[in-house]
């Protein structure tokens, strides 16, 4: 590890470190917040106990399958925005300022859609993180040199040839960068609407427990959260980077 | 010109598009365009609304400034030193990304019911995107105007101020903008979450009473609001002289 890396870690353990002492010494009072150690020992109990395994796998499962699906549509849209020009430069104002629109309006709509379930989370959680990938395909097709397309055209490929074996490999990293966005938006996306209104999944077991002054399960749960997250973001950022470094080659 | 004609004839479809999923699903599901547009003029001539409009807009206020002030201090104050802006831009990256409502039940418990936890978690959206682009852009200034500054000796304040700002401004602007939503999506999941008053209370106590008018209506005011402020920050953006 780096020498960066040692001072991380110490920074974050002192961070933990310091947050436990505060909160066994009293500072902090228990009905605001419960010690780190306590948080862990009562996500033990949880997951040891089971009862809360459906909910956790529900909010998963949609958080994977909205990742999946905005990636991969996504993706087609980004394409078709970029072999169209004219259309490009009618969205792209609307694309550049999308995440300003607060999506989350639009979930009551869904729900009279769908119904309160998975599909209207999915939903609303596709809508928050596409734009994402569709901003991400369209930097990677930018990016390709002219010189690969000028050499896809010395072997006289044909255009799928070409889509396939040149610019889909070039633009690779680009891409990647935006699965890696999506998923993190699919995660906010999904576990926000769990919260406001739903009837399964970590967020509403979180805010049920809120509601029930279940302090114990709720800081274990948000635990949770923090380390599927954060575990999930650093390894979707090291392959990340590692693709990222290819391009500086 | 023509960019802008084409960005209207865009306009008109998504209004279309809207039009069609109305034909589709029906006036309970979706109000047409026209009808909810109706049902926005209905509301802004109520005292009621416009008394939410305040309260949300106070809220987001205050997160925004919060979120530029606390952001662009603190990325200043990572950036200049490179060792720190290293150890903190993962810490940073992974806060980013965390589902900070998750958290809305701890900003609850320490600010208790009011505009103060709406604020609050307001500007823990907005905060860290800004935080995050101005440290970057220090940490890539370019070498020679720091040397400059040392061969004129300035203070890090004086650094700060007439060097390392300046120059970072361009990305500032690009925080800012996203600042700038994510307050606002904040304040608006804040009031939908545990709120009595505000736009986000609003919309909340119309999905319990299937209330798709007014859902579309206060959805459209603050789409509109939010995508002119936006298109007004980028001008702002281009107009900055570099």
Not at chain 1, 32 to 50: C, F, T, Y
Not at chain 2, 93 to 101: D, F, H, M, Q, T
Request: net charge positive; hydrophobic share 55%.
């Amino acid at each position: 590890m780096t020498r960066e890396g040692w001072i991380r870690l110490a920074v974050v353990v002192a961070a933990i470190a310091a947050l436990e002492v505060a909160c066994r010494t009293g500072m902090i009072h228990r009905t605001v917040l419960l010690a780190p150690s306590e948080m862990a020992v009562s996500l033990w109990h949880i997951l040891a106990a089971g009862e809360l395994n459906t909910d956790i796998l529900t909010t998963l499962r949609n958080v994977l399958m909205s990742a999946a699906i905005s990636a991969v549509l996504g993706f087609a849209c980004g394409a078709i925005i970029h072999a169209l020009p004219r259309v490009r430069g009618a969205i792209e104002p609307l694309l550049a300022s999308y995440y300003a629109i607060p999506t989350f309006m639009f979930y009551p709509i869904f729900i009279v859609v769908f119904g309160v379930g998975s599909q209207a989370i999915i939903a609303i959680a596709v809508l928050l993180s596409i734009v994402a990938m569709i901003t991400a395909t369209l930097t990677g097709l930018d990016r390709i040199p002219p010189v690969l397309r000028k050499t896809a055209h010395v072997f006289r490929m044909s255009p799928a040839a070409r889509a396939l074996m040149i610019d889909l490999p070039a633009a690779a990293p680009y891409l990647f960068t935006g699965v890696k966005l999506t998923f993190a938006y699919s995660l906010i996306g999904v576990i926000a609407s769990e919260f406001i209104l739903s009837g399964a999944g970590i967020g509403y077991a979180i805010a049920y427990a809120y509601n029930n002054f279940n302090n114990q399960r709720m800081y274990g749960l948000m635990l949770l959260v923090i380390i599927v997250a954060i575990a999930a973001n650093t390894a979707l950022d090291a392959v990340d980077r590692r693709l990222q470094s290819r391009l500086r080659r | 010109m023509r960019r802008m004609s084409d960005f209207l004839i865009l306009i008109v479809a998504l209004l279309v598009v809207w039009q069609g999923l109305h034909a589709i699903a029906g006036d309970t599901t979706l109000t047409s365009p026209a009808a909810t547009f109706v049902k926005l003029g209905q509301l802004m001539r109520t005292d009621q609304f416009w008394g939410n409009v305040a309260e949300t807009g106070q809220a987001f206020a205050m997160a925004l400034v919060i979120s530029l002030v606390g952001g662009v201090s603190l990325g200043t104050l990572l950036g200049l030193n490179r060792t720190s802006g290293v150890v903190s831009e993962p810490i940073l990256i992974a806060l980013y990304s965390l589902p900070k409502v998750t958290l809305y039940p701890l900003v609850l418990l320490c600010f208790g019911l009011g505009i103060s936890a709406k604020v609050a978690f307001g500007a823990m959206h907005g905060l860290i995107p800004v935080a995050l682009f101005t440290m970057k852009a220090i940490m890539q200034l370019k070498p020679v105007y720091l040397r400059t500054a040392q061969a004129l000796r300035l203070s890090p304040a004086q650094v700060a101020t007439t060097i390392a700002l300046p120059a970072v401004l361009p990305e500032v602007m690009a925080g800012a903008r996203l600042g700038f939503s994510l307050s606002l999506l904040g304040v608006l999941i804040g009031e939908m979450f545990a709120s009595k008053r505000g736009l986000g209370f609003m919309i909340n106590s119309a999905m319990g009473l299937g209330d798709i008018a007014t859902i579309m209506a206060v959805a459209v005011f603050l789409s509109i609001f939010a995508v002119t402020a936006n298109a007004l920050l980028l001008l702002i953006d281009r107009a900055i002289p570099r």
